[in-house]
Each structure stands twice: as C-alpha cells, then as structure tokens.
C-alpha cells in the first residue's frame, strides 16, 4: 500500500498520454516551415545554425513523462522558431535576412540597403583585344563597315568615293583570310563576307564605267564554286558587255544565265529573256527577237514586251502580225484597282479618312505611273502602225480607234481621235477637212476632251490667220475647262493680235495663276509688257524664264534686247555672248553683236563678229555693207570689192552696189576696170545720172572720145530727172491741198472727229518696206557717188568720200531675231517654249519689220499631253 499513490482532486490522471517529440509529429510536417524549405532545395544538407533563441512558434513544448517531468525540445532543424520571443530579446522580421536589415537593431548600425557604404564598385574587367580572336572580330567589323559606306556613297551619287570605300574593303578582307590561316582558324573562313566584298567591288567598278576590272571581279566569284547561286551574276556580266556594244557576248552570257536559274524563279527568266530580245533587236535581227518576245507574251504578258513585239513585225512590215500584236498589247492586264476604289461610297468618316490617306499614297501612285505608260505605248503604237497596216493612215488609225473602244483603254479612244487631226497638222496639212472635223466632233464630248479639241481648232486658225475662229474656239476651250493654261495662252493671243495688250496680259497671267511652270505664258507675258514699254517687268519675266530654261536661245537674245533698249550695252553684250554659247553659228546674233561693240566704238571686235556672220550667211545685206564699208575706211578698197560684188548678185536691180564696185576700183587706181563697169552699168540703167557723170570725169581724164557722147546724154538725163521732180513736187503739193480742204470740211460738218485705226503691216508688204530701206541706204552712200566729181585723191577728198560705218540695228524690239520667211510649226508635240516664241535660225532671207511680226510672234502649243 505505501507504492499506492492516490490521485488527488486537482491532478489529471491522464496527463502526459499526448505529449511526444515533436520529430516524430508526420501530421505537422506540412506547417514546418524549415522542414518544406529543406525538402524543396539543398537546406537541409546545410549543416544546423546555432539558435539565439531557445523557443519557435509551435514552441519547445514540454515532453510529460510518466514521472511528470517535462523538458522543452528544440525545432526539428534545431533552429528557433518564428515568433517565440524569449528573455526579452527582439523578434526578428522574418526567417529570411533581407537585404540590409539584421535581426538586432541594437547594435548602432545604419540602414543602408543598397550598400552605399561600402565605396564604388570595382572596375570591370579589360577586354584582352591582343588576342588573335579579338582582332579578327575587329577586323570583320571594320569589313563591314566599309561595305556599307561605299553603298551609301553610291546612293547618292559619290561613285569616287565609293569605288575607294570598295577597294579599301577588299584589301581589309584579304588582311583578314591572313590572319585567319596564321592562326590556324583557316577553316572558319567567312565566306559570305568575301562574297559581299567582291560583289560590291565588282558594281562600283561597273558604275565609275571602268568595264575590264568589273568583269575580271565578276568572274572570280563566278568561278568560285564555293559561293552559291553565283551564276546569276553572268546576267551583270552580258549587261556589261551590251554598254560595250559586243552584243554577241552579250546574248552568250545571258543564255548561260538562263541556264543556270530554274524553272521556279519564272520572273528572273523572264526578264532575262526580255533582255536576249532588245539585244536581237539592236544586232537587227528581229525573226530571233520575235521568237522571244513572243515566248514572254505567251508566258507572262507585260506591256513593255507587246510594244517591242509590235516594233518587230512594224520592222519585219507583217500587216497581219502587227494587228494581232496591237490586240495583245491592249489585252495585258496592268494587275492594278479601278479608281472608283478612291472615291467614297457614303458618308462614313472613318473610310473618308482611310481613302484620303491611300489616294495619294506610293502605292497608288505607281498604280497611275504604270497605267500611262501603258497609255503611252498604246498611243505609240497606234500611231507607229496606223499608216502601215491598212492602205491609208485615216484606215488605219480608225481600225486602233475601234479596237481600243472594245478594251479596258476606253478613255483612249478620245485621245486617239484626237491625235489623228494632229498627225494631220504634223504634216503641214493645215487644209485637211477631216482634221478640222475630226476635231469638231468633240465639242459635244465631256469637258475634258472637248477643251482639248477646242484648244487644237483654235491653235489651227491662229496659224491660219483666222483670228476669228481661233477666238471662238479659245472662248470654247476655256468655257469647257477654265484651268486649261492652253486656253487662256490661245486667248491671250487673239487678243495680242487685236493690239488690246492690257488684256492680253491678263489671259496670261490666270495661265501663270494655273499653272505656274507654263513658260508660253511667262514668255508671251514678256513680249507683252514689252510692247506696252513696261521695260522692267518684261526683263523680270525673262529673268524668271532663263531660270527655268537655262539654255534657251530665245529667252536670252530678248533679255540682251531689253538691256539694249534700257540703254546698257555692256549687258546686252553680255547676254549676247551667252546666246552664241548655245548657238555657237547663228548669224543674226553674231551681226547684232558687232553692231553693239560698233555702238562701242570697239571697231576690231564688230568686224570680227560681222566677219563671222557673214561666214555662216554672205546674203545678209546689212552685213555685207558693214564690211564693205570698213575696208573702205580702212583704206583696202580691193577687199571690198568681193563684198559690194556679192551684194549685187543678192540685189541686182538695185544700182547702187554696182557704183561701189566700180568706185572701189576707180579708187584702187584701176581706172581702166572702173570704165568698163561704168559702161556695163549704163548699158542696164541707162537714165542713172551718177553712172554717167563718172563716165563724163572718167574719159576726160582718159582723153577718150566717148566724152561729148556721155556729156549729151547726162544733159538729158539731169533734164528728165528735174521734170519728175517737179511732177512728184507739184503731186505732193496738190495732194496736201486736198486733204486740208477735206479736214477743213468734215470740222464743219461734224462736232466729233473718229480715230483713224491703222491697221499692222502684213507678210506682203515686206518687199515694199526693204525697197523703201535701200533707197534710205543710197542716200547714205552719197558722198561716195558723188567724189567723182573732183579729181579727188588727195587725203582730203577721201576722207569726204569714206562710207559711214553705221549700219541698222537688227529686227526692232518685237521682232524675232532669226528674220525668216515664215516659220514652219510642227504643232505635233508641246513646245516647251511654244510657237509664239522668237527662234534663232540661221537662214534668214530678208528683214522683218516691227508691225509683220506682230501677227507671228505669238503663237500657242497644242494640247500639253
């Protein structure tokens, strides 16, 4: 009984029953925090910390024996436990340190979290570039840089610079294969960059022209089988050698080509094909030309291809051939969206938007590029074979217009209507009924092509001097399209003929409003202010022209004009000297220059240009005298005998360059030649009293007989010429005594007096006015006609005697320096400058004065397509 103990009322008999080491606890191994951690990476193999603190969150629990002792046991990793705070020490804030906190802040430390305090990092580590790999990768660097820079020098056309950049490369890249082998890499040679390398030497070769080293660059790649698909570049080389001209090697290459590209690149064969075909055509032989054009048509129709197939059945002349290949021509798709895609179906603003944005765009753009240049070779072609396949060109050109009509190229149809009256006026054919109605046609048309019709009829009867008509058919055009510039030109004109310069102004400048790169308008604009005497703008017109034409003749012989009319010779020389640069023969400009440095007083550069002009044209009168005059002065009468010569085989009615030949040898002491032309020129003007008072002196001082025979008809003949003076004197007087009891007689009669309008001069009376100047011209020669008088060779009696080198100026402000017959117009094309400018020709037949040009000066272009 004394080993019985009993229990008491506070003691639990089963106490102690539940208690066991918690190592042993399966169930809470998923809430131990450490043990997961261990199990899910190496943590476990970390040997066990040392705790700071006794306790855990689950705790030391003690472990109840049967003797009631209880023990507190650590974690199962040995480490405390989260959350047990013990002895009054801090709770650490987590299990995990984190960067730049500890478990105890007692200790004075900062909070530093990105470790500032311990100074800058230390320096990475330097490269090594002295190993062979380095310097390779380097070296490539640099490869591949100069390759990029000779392209980029090649875009925008330094091809020098670029052909250097190339050669540069090519020299880095064999350092490089060097410095591979020397360190054993030989075999990671990069053979792309080689390719590229050579590649880029070859074309920068090919594009400074220097053909030998391109070739020799392209057949190194070409025979290293190394590189892949290098037989594409045969096709460089036969480019090259159609630039050389040896077209035989040309096609060798390309069939080697060919040969070597699959069926799978079908576009590359194709062009490589084209190519054989262009080169058949220029070596003349069109049947193997035809063979491969026709193999492209039936493969892969395009629009460049039906046009040259064309050109070869036109050069073969194959009627039929050429119809079927026009046929083809109009059939090839263009692959390319109708133009009501652009224009908006409703009112959606978001495909407003989307459409504004794609109308313009490059896309569409290419899009109308390639659909005129079909146009253009349709109407090229049509107008090529209309003469040709069909017994008369108007046949023919109706079989295109037809056949045009049944295709996509409806629109075309018009245009070719069109062309056809303008074939007409390209022939000179300005009669042809079926081109004036042709035309008419289209004024029922839509507006575009009726202003284009209307503008062709009126520039036709503006070249036919039916102002009237041309008036009518310009207001049409400009009714038709307000903002066709051609219009408002082909206006401007007929008023400019009317003399309403104000006006004519105006048409012009809504020309320029419309399109401000039309140089008709600008030029007409010039010659306009011009005659309106508004000096400055009409110079700052052809100012503004010569910047867009640099190199027209015309625009710079009338900025010399206006200097010369504004009194400033030097420039008017200046720009002079710039017209003969682009026209290096012209004998017009070269006479007006000697007459400015005449003007100068510059005698040796005025012969020397008036000797030029006559070289290039000895029927210029004006220049002919000039000379003859100069020698005279210049005391050489034998040398201007040659001159004075010509002049009457030019003019032989007129007797005055006969009494300068025999003068000038009477003068030169040949008495006995200066006779002998005497008499000739009496035998043909028998009543000239000048020729016969020489004869009188010449045989006197001859002692010949002839003398009281010449001496009796001189009398009669002085009598004959005082009666005619006195006829036109008694004439003159009765006619002004009329027309003062006229004017005397109409004030009395009417309060209003009317302006007379005088009307300009036309092309027939420009015989009347060059008569009218050489009768100004003898008055001139007069002290030379006259000398004979006195014994006259003493120094005092020549200087009396010597010619004034004084000579008309060229055609007057507005008129056209060239001084032509009528000028033909090939109203086939748009001129740049139009057929209402003034052009520089070298065969001038006869002076034009200001009021005939008026009607010629102004002309208009056809339509500007």
Avoid at 11 to 27: C, Q, W
Avoid at 63 to 79: H, K, N, T
Avoid at 139 to 145: A, T
Wanted: aromatic content about 8%; overall charge negative; charged content about 30%.
């Amino acid at each position: 009984m004394e080993n019985v103990h009993l229990a008491g009322e506070e003691e639990d008999l089963y106490s102690g029953y539940n208690d066991y080491n918690p190592t042993f606890d399966s169930e809470e191994l998923e809430n131990d925090l450490g043990f997961q951690q261990a199990v899910r990476t190496s943590y476990g193999r970390r040997p066990p910390m040392t705790a700071k603190f006794p306790g855990t969150a689950i705790g030391a629990r003690p472990l109840a024996s049967s003797f009631g002792a209880r023990i507190p046991l650590a974690s199962s990793l040995g480490r405390p436990m989260t959350g047990a705070v013990q002895d009054g020490a801090a709770r650490p804030m987590t299990a995990v340190r984190a960067a730049g906190y500890t478990s105890s802040l007692t200790r004075g430390s900062t909070f530093d979290p990105l470790g500032q305090s311990k100074g800058p990092a230390p320096s990475l580590e330097a490269k090594n570039e002295d190993t062979p790999e380095e310097k390779i990768k380097i070296l490539e660097k640099k490869v591949n840089d100069l390759i990029e820079e000779s392209c980029m020098a090649q875009s925008i056309g330094a091809l020098q610079l670029a052909l250097e950049k190339a050669k540069e490369a090519g020299r880095k890249e064999r350092a490089l294969v060097r410095q591979r082998e020397q360190s054993g890499n030989a075999d990671h040679i990069n053979l792309d960059l080689t390719y590229s390398v050579l590649l880029n030497l070859a074309n920068q070769y090919a594009n400074n022209e220097m053909y030998p080293e391109a070739l020799n660059s392209y057949q190194v790649i070409v025979k290293n089988k190394m590189f892949n698909n290098a037989g594409r570049l045969k096709v460089n080389m036969a480019n090259i050698y159609v630039k050389q001209k040896n077209y035989p090697k040309a096609i060798k290459f390309y069939r080697m080509a060919l040969d070597q590209i699959s069926n799978a690149h079908k576009e590359m064969r194709i062009k490589i094909m084209q190519n054989i075909g262009v080169v058949f055509v220029r070596m003349g032989q069109y049947s193997d030309a035809i063979t491969s054009f026709e193999h492209i048509m039936s493969e892969s129709p395009n629009i460049k291809t039906g046009f040259n197939l064309i050109l070869c059945y036109y050069a073969i002349g194959d009627r039929e051939r050429m119809k079927k290949a026009f046929q083809k021509l109009i059939s090839v798709p263009l692959g390319i969206d109708d133009e009501d895609k652009y224009i908006p179906a409703n009112d959606d603003t978001d495909s407003s938007m989307v459409i504004d944005a794609i109308k313009n765009d490059k896309l569409h753009q290419m899009e109308r590029d390639l659909k005129l240049l079909a146009e253009k070779y349709i109407m090229t072609a049509a107008k090529l074979i209309a003469p040709a396949i069909e017994s008369s060109f108007a046949t023919g050109f109706d079989w295109c217009v037809d056949m045009v009509k049944n295709s996509q190229y409806v629109e075309l149809a018009n245009d070719l209507e069109i062309n056809k009256a303008i074939t007409y006026l390209r022939q000179k054919d300005f009669n042809q009924v079926e081109a004036v109605e042709t035309l008419k046609t289209f004024e029922k048309k839509d507006s575009r092509v009726k202003s284009a019709a209307a503008t062709n009829l009126s520039f036709l009867y503006f070249l036919e001097k039916d102002y009237d008509q041309a008036d009518r058919y310009a207001d049409l055009a400009m009714t038709a399209d307000r903002y066709n510039p051609a219009a408002l030109i082909n206006k401007g004109n007929t008023v400019f003929v009317k003399q309403d310069y104000e006006k004519a102004a105006e048409f012009y400048k809504e020309a320029l409003r419309n399109d401000s790169s039309c140089t008709e308008a600008l030029y007409n604009l010039g010659l306009t202010y011009k005659k309106l005497n508004r000096l400055e703008e009409a110079l700052d017109c052809f100012l503004k022209l010569h910047a867009i034409l640099r190199n027209s003749a015309q625009v710079m012989y009338q900025l010399a004009n206006l200097y010369e009319l504004l009194e400033d010779p030097q420039q008017a020389i200046e720009w002079l000297i710039q017209v003969l640069s682009v026209t290096h023969t012209d004998p017009q400009a070269l006479a007006k220059l000697g007459e400015l440095y005449d003007g100068e007083g510059d005698k040796s550069q005025a012969f020397q240009y008036y000797y030029e002009s006559f070289r290039y044209f000895p029927s210029n009168i004006d220049v002919i005298e000039w000379l003859g005059a100069y020698y005279i002065e210049t005391q050489f009468c034998e040398k201007a005998i040659q001159y004075f010569e010509r002049a009457t085989l030019i003019q032989p009615t007129q007797v005055k360059w006969q009494l300068m030949v025999a003068s000038c040898y009477r003068r030169s002491g040949n008495y006995q030649k200066a006779l002998e032309t005497y008499k000739e020129i009496h035998r043909k003007f028998p009543e000239n009293v000048e020729c016969l008072r020489f004869l009188v002196r010449l045989c006197t001082d001859m002692g010949l007989k002839e003398v009281q025979e010449y001496a009796t008809k001189l009398k009669k003949a002085e009598k004959m010429k005082e009666i005619k003076e006195q006829r036109v004197k008694s004439g003159r007087e009765g006619s002004a005594r009329g027309r003062r009891e006229s004017r005397e007689g109409s004030a009395g009669s009417a309060g209003v007096s009317t302006p007379v309008l005088t009307s300009p001069k036309k092309a027939s009376n420009m015989e009347m006015d060059v008569k009218a100047v050489s009768q100004s011209e003898s008055k001139r020669l007069s002290p030379l006609l006259d000398s004979g008088r006195d014994s006259g060779h003493s120094s005092n009696s020549t200087k009396g005697e010597r010619l004034s080198a004084k000579m008309r100026s060229l055609p007057g402000s507005n008129e056209p320096y060239e001084a032509s017959s009528p000028k033909e117009i090939d109203a086939s094309y748009v001129d740049p400058l139009g057929p209402q400018m003034e052009r520089p020709k070298t065969g001038a037949k006869k002076r034009v004065e200001d009021d005939d040009f008026a009607d010629e000066e102004l002309g208009d272009d056809l339509l500007p397509e």
